[in-house]
């Protein structure tokens, strides 16, 4: 009975005799109705991630039969199992604090139960990026299935979709420019089926990053959750899983540093949201590559974006897919890109490139001639403010504030702010620049997408749409506006972003890459030293585990114990 160690007999619990563990095995799930010639295939594993907490993923239950119909056609068993599935509207604190979690949950899973491949599952905005590292850790062959986005609806005849325009319309009922009717009309047309944000946010920037890494099968990452082309895609990722075991394809051999460089492009090219930098650290941490902030930098400086997308741009994913999706971006890429990366597919990622339908005159996929900004969606900022940096996604930001020098308005947590952002005697001026202290990842936990401060509501009304804004914390991939993210070390453990009060001047200039207090190092020094050190703690259970282990968003707020214990390749590469 022992033979090879694949299908059943993989990963068998010990009872001291393996023939017995293997014959306890198959009997239970015999129970199920297998039979035997079942259950002599080699296994794939799906991920089920179906929740009724997370209608971006409503769409799972018929991808999973497309998935084991492409399984099953291609001459393997599929076996759907269960994990954590995270919402981002829905997880409180913050998705992000459960996304190492989930990471978690799904590496053990894979590594627990006999499989030989495993398709994931994901979409929602912190799905996608648990599942890539719990892959990375496995070592399982694993392929990515997105979930898709949604489709957009209408308002007044206005196209709208989440999550930009519930901003954008949010904002204006914060500015008292449209009533409660209205709000509540357009909050039935924002979401108009089950899938994830329908512009370039986290989901969709996420799902742009798999398959630039190769992990989805070619055009994985654009169909609309509710469309044909998604259910064919499923199909196909199924029968592509079995392939991927008969020849080995694991992902030590697809993520590559090369790889990873190749999806730094992506992020840049598509203005993608803040957060897939720190997910893509996270994933790359797990296969012992750092990427390094400063030389992110030059590759920000070299790479335009391309894609018309909301915040950046105009258009929605839909509309991306039908441009041509990722292959058509990675055409315009090409020059900029390592073209003998391997695939989930067994093709090189040039071989997928050339194998994608011909291109074809659009407006939403711009050459690389005639992009829509000149440089990268994120630009990479250092200072006294930053030691280890801070990012701004300027693809998304008002030309006039990219150099400014403004008041600090300093608000010490997300309490704080709450308190005091719509008061009507709050001191605080149009030229001002809004400081939120402790929503890094230790200090909120989480690093929660509170970086998008709301407009004081006095300011709103006068008209004021948008300010520099600045904190340790994140924003929705959604949100535009010109605001620093992610300023590293975060204040909750002594960075210099705690110092701050109130009335200091503080200097954003992007062209320069700098953000800076302007005290002295001596003042700056003194405060620091005055600071209380009282990092958050916490007694018990997994918030216990996430403060003792947590690194910072320059580390991809992944767990310490989880990165991968080699020496680190440091990308991007110098030429």
Not at 380 to 386: P, S, W, Y
Request: glycine share 10%; hydrophobic share 40%; proline share 6%.
């Amino acid at each position: 009975m022992t033979g090879s160690k694949s299908g059943l007999q993989k990963g068998l619990v010990s009872y001291g005799d393996q023939d017995f563990s293997l014959f306890l095995r198959k009997a239970f799930i015999k129970g199920a109705g297998f039979t035997d010639e079942a259950l002599d295939r080699p296994i794939v594993g799906v991920a089920n991630t179906a929740s009724g907490f997370n209608p971006c993923h409503g769409n799972a239950p018929q991808l999973i039969e497309a998935v084991k119909r492409g399984v099953m056609l291609a001459g393997g068993l599929p076996i759907e199992f269960p994990t954590i599935s995270l919402h981002e509207s829905f997880a409180r604190p913050t998705s992000m604090f459960l996304r190492n979690l989930m990471s978690m949950d799904t590496e053990e899973m894979i590594r627990a139960q006999p499989m030989d491949a495993v398709v994931l599952i994901g979409g929602c905005d912190k799905t996608v990026p648990a599942q890539l590292m719990a892959a990375a850790s496995a070592g399982v062959p694993a392929i990515q299935l997105i979930t898709g986005s949604m489709l957009t609806g209408s308002h007044q005849g206005v196209r709208v979709g989440a999550c930009t325009d519930c901003r954008r319309y949010w904002g204006q009922f914060r500015a008292e420019e449209i009533d409660q009717k209205e709000i509540n009309s357009v909050n039935n047309q924002l979401v108009a089926s089950v899938g994830t944000c329908s512009v370039m946010g986290t989901a969709s920037t996420m799902a742009c990053i798999a398959e630039a890494l190769g992990l989805t099968v070619p055009n994985g990452a654009s169909p609309p959750a509710v469309s044909a082309d998604r259910i064919r895609i499923a199909e196909s990722t199924g029968a592509t899983a079995v392939s991927m075991i008969k020849a080995q394809r694991s992902p030590d051999k697809i993520l590559t540093s090369e790889a990873f460089e190749n999806a730094l492009r992506v992020l840049l090219a598509i203005g993608g949201s803040t957060n897939g930098l720190i997910h893509l650290t996270a994933i790359a941490g797990r296969m012992g590559v750092r990427i390094d902030l400063k030389r992110l930098d030059t590759f920000a400086r070299e790479t335009p974006v391309l894609v018309d997308l909301k915040p950046s741009g105009q258009h929605y994913m839909e509309d991306f897919h039908h441009a041509g999706g990722v292959p058509r971006l990675l055409r315009e890429l090409k020059p900029l890109l390592h073209l003998d990366c391997l695939t989930v597919s067994g093709w090189s990622l040039g071989e997928q490139i050339d194998r994608a339908e011909a291109s074809f005159d659009q407006s939403v996929i711009r050459p690389l001639s005639a992009p829509i900004y000149p440089q990268g969606g994120l630009a990479v900022l250092f200072g006294n403010l930053a030691p280890h940096g801070a990012i701004i996604k300027q693809s998304a930001a008002s030309p006039d504030l990219m150099q400014h020098e403004g008041r600090a308005v300093v608000f010490e947590n997300l309490e704080d702010m709450a308190n005091q952002i719509d008061r009507d005697d709050l001191d605080v001026g149009p030229q001002d620049i809004l400081v939120l202290k402790n929503i890094g990842p230790k200090g909120a936990p989480g690093m929660p997408e509170a970086g998008y401060i709301p407009i004081p509501k006095k300011l709103a009304r006068a008209g004021v749409k948008d300010m520099i804004r600045i904190s340790d914390g994140r924003m929705s991939g959604t949100a535009g506006g010109t605001i620093v993210l992610h300023v590293s070390p975060e204040s909750a453990i002594g960075g210099p972003l705690g110092v701050v009060k109130t009335g200091d001047r503080i200097r954003l200039n992007v062209t320069q890459r700098s953000l800076e207090l302007l005290i002295s190092e001596d003042e700056l020094t003194a405060r620091s030293a005055s600071q209380p050190q009282r990092p958050p703690t916490a007694d018990r259970g997994y918030k216990k585990l996430f403060l003792d282990s947590v690194l910072g968003a320059e580390d991809g707020a992944d767990f310490n114990f989880l990165r991968a214990q080699s020496s680190q390749t440091v990308i991007p590469r110098q030429s």
